[in-house]
Structures are given as structure tokens and as C-alpha cells.
């Protein structure tokens, strides 16, 4: 049994979570301005349209900043590793939080070139997170490659 805490699922946040246990990044889209919208809500904030629908992104983008976490705050997770705040490819400014992961914390670096994994926490739920581009996910018969800290 995983001894990290899950998410908890509401009404504008159950599709997100549905697409992530099917390791698949998708994010509101505004049907009046065509921004895509992180934290899903229910109305879109740069023109107020409640014409939202879900679309999938490619969670490719670049970390814009990041901390790097040395005393333990959240349980089931040992420190060190870097929290990043990640911009994606599809549009300027918009910007998820999720751990790095498959890079030395200290590898990290502003402007590194990332891409979204997933770490599977039980049946239910599954938390985007953000390695170094070029890394592939393990997968049946399939090891994972190791990958430089220059994202190469």
C-alpha cells in the first residue's frame, strides 16, 4: 500500500484526474477565447466563458522555476527532490506544479527541456509528474534509458 496521500477528485478536477490514470495530460479548453485552463475551474479567466471542453496536451514544455525539498513535508516521499513548476509547449504562461523526477535534484535547471511521466498511486489515481525530455516510461518487456541532465 502507497503511503503518500491521493488526490481528491471534485467536479472540476475529475476529468483531469480520469485522463491521468489513462496516462494522458488533458486540460480544460475555453470554446469562446481558446485558452487552455491549469487549475481546471469551471470558467475560463481570461474571458469568463463557461464553454469549457477537455483537450489533450502534449506534456512537453520547460521548467520556468523550481525548489528543491530537503526535510521531509510530505509523508511516503524522501527528500531530497525538486518540486517544478513546469510551462507547457502549447501556450505561454500556462504552468502546472508537479515533482521532478528521473533527473538528480540538483540536475534541475530553469528553461530544462521536460516532458510528463506518471506515477501510479493506487487504482484509483495517478500524478503527472515531469521528467528530463527523452526519458521513456517503463512499460511491459521495456527498461527505462538513462538519460543525461542536459535532456539529451
Keep these: 500500500?502507497?503511503?503518500?496521500?491521493?488526490?481528491?477528485?471534485?467536479?472540476?478536477?475529475?476529468?483531469?484526474?480520469?485522463?491521468?490514470?489513462?496516462?494522458?495530460?488533458?486540460?480544460?479548453?475555453?470554446?469562446g477565447c481558446?485558452?487552455?485552463?491549469?487549475?481546471?475551474?469551471?470558467?475560463?479567466?481570461?474571458c469568463l466563458s463557461t464553454d469549457l471542453t477537455w483537450a489533450e496536451v502534449s506534456g512537453r514544455g520547460r521548467v520556468h522555476s523550481f525548489t528543491i525539498i530537503y526535510v521531509p513535508v510530505v509523508r511516503g516521499l524522501e527528500p531530497p527532490y525538486a518540486v517544478a513548476q513546469v510551462e507547457l509547449d502549447e501556450q505561454p504562461g500556462l504552468r502546472l506544479v508537479a515533482n521532478s523526477v528521473n533527473c538528480?535534484?540538483?540536475?534541475?535547471?530553469?528553461?530544462?527541456?521536460?516532458?510528463v511521466t506518471f506515477e501510479d498511486l493506487d487504482d484509483e489515481y495517478?500524478?503527472?509528474?515531469f521528467a528530463p525530455l527523452?526519458?521513456?516510461p517503463a512499460r511491459a518487456g521495456r527498461t527505462m534509458p538513462e538519460v543525461s541532465h542536459d535532456g539529451r
Excluded at 34 to 45: A, K, T, Y
Excluded at 104 to 115: F, G, H, K, R, T
Design 1 to 31: 500500500m502507497n503511503e503518500r496521500p491521493v488526490p481528491v477528485a471534485d467536479d472540476d478536477s475529475r476529468p483531469y484526474w480520469e485522463a491521468a490514470r489513462e496516462h494522458r495530460l488533458e486540460l480544460p479548453q475555453c470554446g
Design 126 to 129: 495517478s500524478l503527472p509528474q
Design 34 to 46: 481558446g485558452s487552455l485552463l491549469f487549475p481546471p475551474r469551471p470558467r475560463c479567466p481570461v
Design 104 to 115: 538528480d535534484p540538483d540536475a534541475v535547471s530553469v528553461e530544462m527541456p521536460v516532458q
Design 134 to 136: 527523452g526519458f521513456l
